[in-house]
């Protein structure tokens, strides 16, 4: 019934999105016909964060309402959990998350803009926030850049990333052998740089707002 996505990607569809389609269950976005069909929706709405900034790229998370029931599971369209709150205090440990994978239809190449069609997914590994901040600050954004505490890192792994065409995308790990949607893609310093993470939106840092749209 609910999909989250980023709002730098729904922006420009918030208020007219009437022609606008969801497809659940697509691989192949060049063919309306596969092996298991997909499920098309209209949208009933489009809320965007009311403190995103498209300058900064901050509170960058929005949630779309399905028209109509919600949608069946079946085996290659389901739901995925939403991570827990933060902690309260800063010494409690968060799950560890293993198996952590982002994946989407864009392009495989900064340089090279050639969109796959068909759903691609790659291993990322997590950043800590401290690590995250430094390897940014390394980059154009220079020595005083601080990362919003709505935003978390993974990649900087050469050649495997997210990149172009890939905002709004899920991040999922896995704990305790379920799957949890911990990021959406959001923004980054190129892609698929060794050592430069990818900067997605932390989904537990806003599991209250997300609640309140539901």
């Known amino acids: ?12 569809f918030s208020k007219n999105f009437s022609a606008l389609k969801v497809r659940l269950g697509d691989w192949d976005i060049y063919r309306d016909v596969e092996p298991r069909p997909h499920v098309e929706r209209s949208v ?23 028209s109509g029931a919600p949608v069946l ?10 991570p827990m709150r933060p902690p309260p205090d800063a010494v409690s440990p968060r799950y560890q998350w293993t198996g952590c994978q982002v994946s989407g239809w864009g392009t495989e190449s900064f340089d090279l803009p050639r969109y796959p069609g068909v759903l691609k997914k790659v291993p990322v590994p997590l950043w800590d ?3 995250c901040v430094e390897s940014l600050r390394t980059t154009r954004l220079g020595t005083a850049f601080k990362l919003h505490l709505g ?7 050469e050649n495997e ?14 704990h305790d052998s379920i799957s ?25 840092n806003y599991i209250t ?6």
């Open 1 to 12: 019934k609910h999909i989250l996505s980023t709002a730098h990607f729904l922006n420009s």
């Open 44 to 66: 009933a709405s489009i809320v965007i964060h009311p403190e995103y900034s498209p300058s900064n790229m901050h509170n960058d998370i929005a949630v779309i309402t399905l």
């Open 73 to 82: 599971a079946t085996d290659h369209v389901s739901p995925v959990c939403l």
């Open 129 to 131: 926030r401290q690590r």
């Open 151 to 157: 935003f978390l890192c993974a990649g900087g792994e």
């Open 161 to 174: 990333d997210a990149c172009k065409g890939d905002g709004g995308s899920p991040l999922v790990c896995e």
């Open 180 to 204: 949890y949607l911990i990021g959406l893609v959001s923004w980054g310093i190129g892609c698929g740089t060794p050592s430069i993470p990818g900067v997605y939106i932390d989904v537990s």
């Open 209 to 214: 707002w997300i609640e309140k749209q539901l």
